[in-house]
């Protein structure tokens, strides 16, 4: 096991629509895509399109849309764990306008406790929140063993604060600094306090806000891709996750600002496609995507 990725697993239906139907009313959506979702779900796949596979433990079910799912996972050589529900999660997705909309329909009761696993040779854990006691359990011991952890803080869960003290990169939303009703220079002051080596907020457009160690709060600007060729946002956040901890552990000796790059073009390279498949990169991706937009971003700021 090379990492190991936690969290709640959906199969996604993202679609593009100008209209959406009420009452008898029916539509034709212009594209759709379906794929693999969820936060950390996601974070992994762009892990091991990148080229570092890692395990993942999540919810699953006995029905088509799990079999869907793990035809998926083994397309890309992810060992699923899975812990037992009742039915498969789904998102349907509908990007517009560099924002999404989400209907999620999700089973997380568990019938069964989460699997004891061999870490041997694990060099990183990430987590989003979700499957709390298992999230925990794995920080625990991954932190006492000096493995990197890492939390994908999309919000502020009701184990949140309990997890924390076992993180060692955590990179959260707006929401989570609403949900705390806190600035994003608060929560990072905030993450700080919780023992976390490396805090960062992620704002969308308006770049990132981060730190490491005692160093002052950095500000990473978004690269300038054009909202014309903005597609679907929806995957963006996992995917930079997924980057930094692929970028982490091919170079763990490497400054965090060149994960945090790395991740920021990983995620530029994804807003122009439709769907999470579709949007994760290769290295040759990112490569591309950083001679075009970095260009662009230092002549702004030359200008």
């Given at each position: 096991m090379q990492a190991l990725f936690i969290g709640q697993a959906y199969i996604d239906v993202t679609f593009l629509t100008d209209d959406l139907p009420t009452g008898d009313e029916k539509t034709i959506a212009r594209d759709y895509a379906v794929s693999f979702g969820g936060n950390a779900v996601t974070a992994a796949f762009a892990c091991a399109k990148l080229g570092i596979v890692p395990d993942l433990m999540c919810q699953q079910a006995d029905d088509w849309l799990a079999r869907m799912f793990l035809d998926m996972a083994a397309q890309y050589g992810i060992s699923v764990h899975g812990r037992k529900v009742r039915e498969s999660s789904i998102s349907f997705i509908m990007p517009n306008d560099g924002k999404r909309a989400i209907v999620r329909c999700r089973d997380n009761a568990f019938i069964h406790p989460f699997q004891p696993l061999n870490l041997g040779n694990c060099r990183a854990l990430h987590v989003d929140g979700h499957m709390p006691d298992a999230a925990i359990h794995y920080a625990r011991t991954c932190r006492q063993a000096g493995i990197l952890t890492s939390l994908d803080g999309g919000t502020v869960r009701e184990d949140t604060m309990e997890l924390l003290p076992f993180i060692d990169v955590a990179v959260v939303s707006e929401l989570f600094c609403?949900?705390?009703?806190?600035?994003?220079?608060?929560?990072?002051?905030?993450?700080?306090?919780?023992?976390?080596?490396?805090?960062?907020?992620?704002?969308?457009?308006?770049?990132?806000?981060?730190?490491?160690?005692?160093?002052?709060?950095?500000?990473?600007?978004?690269?300038?891709?054009?909202?014309?060729?903005?597609?679907?946002?929806?995957?963006?956040?996992?995917?930079?996750?997924?980057?930094?901890?692929y970028s982490y552990m091919s170079a763990p000796d490497r400054p965090w600002i060149e994960h945090l790059d790395f991740a920021r073009t990983a995620s530029a390279h994804s807003i122009r496609h439709l769907g999470n498949e579709a949007s994760l990169p290769t290295i040759a991706d990112v490569e591309a995507a950083r001679r075009r937009w970095s260009d662009l971003l230092n002549a702004a700021g030359a200008s």
């Open positions: 609403a949900k705390l009703s806190l600035s994003p220079a608060e929560t990072l002051e905030f993450l700080r306090t919780k023992g976390c080596k490396v805090g960062a907020v992620t704002l969308g457009e308006r770049g990132v806000y981060w730190y490491h160690d005692a160093a002052p709060i950095a500000h990473l600007p978004a690269l300038p891709v054009p909202a014309d060729e903005v597609v679907d946002t929806s995957g963006a956040g996992d995917i930079f996750h997924g980057a930094y901890l």
